[in-house]
Nanobody, 116 residues
Framework: QVHLVESGGGLVQPGGSLRLSCTGS????????MSWHRQAPGKEREVVAV????????NYAASVKGRFTISRDNDKNTVYLQMNDLKPDDTAVYYC?????????WGQGTQVTVSS
């Protein structure tokens, strides 16, 4: 059975940092492209960052480029999202996703709130 479990969310002040983690189980993690997405209240879910199965290629949404870094440790079946210089507009539920071919798995999400 496939599981993706996110952690690391919370309340942070503007300009602060958080590191999100997403650990997978029940599938061969190193074969799957991983990505982080977020959904703010009243808005559609959007992609934040993408990393290939080997970590060789990274892509970021324009709104987070230069502030967020995606990485993965295939030995630990975990993908990370380091978020720096957080802004109130980064407030959202953050989800990780695993993608391979036509198969997709989502985590349950973790709340990130940026507020003073």
């Amino acid at each position: 059975q496939v599981h993706l479990v996110e952690s690391g969310g919370g309340l942070v002040q503007p300009g602060g940092s958080l590191r999100l983690s997403c650990t997978g189980s029940g599938f061969t993690f190193s074969d799957w492209l991983m990505s982080w997405h977020r959904q703010a209240p009243g808005k559609e879910r959007e992609v934040v960052a993408v990393i290939t199965n080997t970590g060789s290629t990274l892509n970021y949404a324009a709104s987070v480029k230069g502030r967020f870094t995606i990485s993965r440790d295939n030995d630990k079946n975990t993908v990370y999202l380091q978020m720096n210089d957080l802004k109130p507009d980064d407030t959202a539920v953050y989800y990780c996703k695993a993608l391979r071919g036509l198969s997709t798995y989502w985590g349950q999400g973790t709340q990130v709130t940026v507020s003073s």
